[in-house]
């Protein structure tokens, strides 16, 4: 008797077989979702996201996105989140006085990106930290030289 079916080595073919879109790698000591369980139905509150599989470990190391959009974020952060945290343990530790004297001193942690250009692992990450840190500085510069041109000319 002949078999009809297609060959043994048609992936669609063979159930068995892990889907190369999922990042499963067919082992089942290895596949598993976030909580430690094999696939297993789950309930309907769950969005359809979810049941898909879990998600590609690759793509957080060497997508070549992720190093871009989590430099620039990173980098818009920087610029907004270290100032403000600096200045607020400054005026939290000094008088008034001495921290508004040593509140330039926070120019000093941009050297954070500039040391991360120099090893390789971490120069593409710097390289897009730097355009969100610089980006973010010319949008808030150039606002606030807008905002009080506006107000200058409504003035005089």
């Known amino acids: 008797m002949t078999e009809s079916g297609p060959p043994a080595t048609d992936p669609a073919a063979d159930p068995a077989?892990?889907?190369?879109?999922?990042?499963?790698?067919?082992?089942?000591?290895?596949?598993?979702?976030d909580d430690g369980s094999a696939d297993e139905d789950r309930s309907g509150d769950e969005t359809p996201a979810d049941d898909e599989g879990p998600q590609p470990d690759w793509w957080h190391r060497s997508?070549?996105?992720?190093?871009?959009?989590?430099?620039?974020?990173?980098g818009v952060a920087f610029v907004i989140v270290v100032p403000g945290i600096y200045a607020a343990v400054?005026?939290?530790v000094f008088s008034d006085r001495t921290a508004?004297?040593?509140?330039?001193?926070?120019?000093?942690?941009?050297?954070?990106?500039?040391?991360?250009?120099?090893?390789?692992r971490t120069r593409r990450f710097?390289?897009?930290?730097?355009?969100?840190?610089?980006?973010?500085?010319?949008?808030?510069?150039l606002t606030a030289a807008l905002v009080i041109w506006v107000l200058v000319q409504m003035d005089g």
Do not use: C
Not at 63 to 74: D, Q
Not at 100 to 120: E, G, H
Not at 126 to 141: E, K
């Open 17 to 33: 077989a892990p889907d190369p879109r999922s990042g499963s790698t067919g082992d089942p000591d290895h596949d598993s979702t």
């Open 126 to 141: 710097a390289r897009f930290m730097l355009l969100g840190a610089v980006g973010t500085a010319l949008v808030i510069g």
């Open 90 to 92: 400054l005026s939290l």
């Open 63 to 74: 997508h070549p996105t992720f190093a871009g959009l989590v430099g620039f974020f990173s």
């Open 100 to 120: 508004q004297r040593l509140f330039p001193l926070v120019i000093a942690i941009l050297i954070v990106p500039l040391v991360m250009l120099i090893p390789r």
